[in-house]
Antibody, heavy 116, light 112 residues
Framework: QVQLQESGPGLVKPSETLSLTCTVS????????WSWIRQPPGKGLEWVAY???????NYNPSLKSRLTISQDTSNNQFSLKLTFVTAADTAIYYC??????????WGQGTLVTVSS | DIVMTQSPDSLAVSLGERATISCKSS????????????LAWYQHRPGQPPRLLIH???TRASGVPDRFSGSGSGTDFTLTISSLQAEDVAVYYC????????FGQGTRLEIK
């Protein structure tokens, strides 16, 4: 059974960099797209980025200048970096499988709060 | 970006009754070369991650009860729950993957 688990700091200071990692267990990452999606408190879902085979990436245009998604296939992980965060980046961040088409598997999500 | 607009924003339906949620895209998400609509529906229960219900506009995901169905084409889509159960209380989202993915704003479904 494939499972995804997000990890990273729950609190980030304004203007700093948010860094999250998703660990995939139960299957290889090869051949799948892997995404990050977020949900600000009280709001809806927002797709953030995806990666495929370590090189094919796509970013939400509204966040693109601040985003980097990367993949470490040998450790079955993929990661997200979001620079120069503000309070508007406070959200539950989900890692997930898919994004190029449907998103068929989600992690439990991790709350990241941006505050000094 | 393709904008996805759902209606209504919230909905209250009696147990056993039908629930219908609409989703409209700002441009077509039908790809004629493969005759597919690039649309998915998700269920998001409180405290849980979202769950894929429907993809390609009308194909139920594995393990999804057959009371859930999706229909529509082009720019207009519908999620129907034929007989509402208590466990269906959730927020429902549509999402297009024709271009860079975007979600609708969500529809909150409650029991009347």
């Amino acid at each position: 059974q494939v499972q995804l688990q997000e990890s990273g700091p729950g609190l980030v200071k304004p203007s700093e960099t948010l860094s999250l990692t998703c660990t995939v267990s139960g299957d290889s990452m090869t051949g799948y797209y892997w995404s990050w999606i977020r949900q600000p408190p009280g709001k809806g879902l927002e797709w953030v980025a995806y990666i495929f085979n370590g090189g094919d990436t796509n970013y939400n245009p509204s966040l693109k200048s601040r985003l980097t998604i990367s993949q470490d296939t040998s450790n079955n992980q993929f990661s997200l970096k979001l620079t120069f965060v503000t309070a508007a980046d406070t959200a539950i961040y989900y890692c997930a499988r898919g994004g190029y088409t449907e998103i068929d598997l989600w992690g439990q999500g991790t709350l990241v709060t941006v505050s000094s | 970006d393709i904008v996805m607009t759902q209606s209504p924003d919230s909905l209250a339906v009696s147990l056993g009754e039908r629930a219908t949620i609409s989703c409209k895209s700002s441009q077509t998400i039908f790809y004629s070369s493969n005759n597919e609509n690039y649309l998915a529906w998700y269920q998001h229960r409180p405290g849980q991650p979202p769950r894929l219900l429907i993809h390609w506009a009308s194909t139920r995901a594995s393990g999804v009860p057959d009371r859930f169905s999706g229909s529509g084409s082009g720019t207009d889509f519908t999620l129907t729950i034929s007989s509402l159960q208590a466990e269906d209380v959730a927020v429902y989202y549509c999402q297009q993957y024709y271009t860079t993915p975007t979600f609708g704003q969500g529809t909150r479904l409650e029991i009347k």
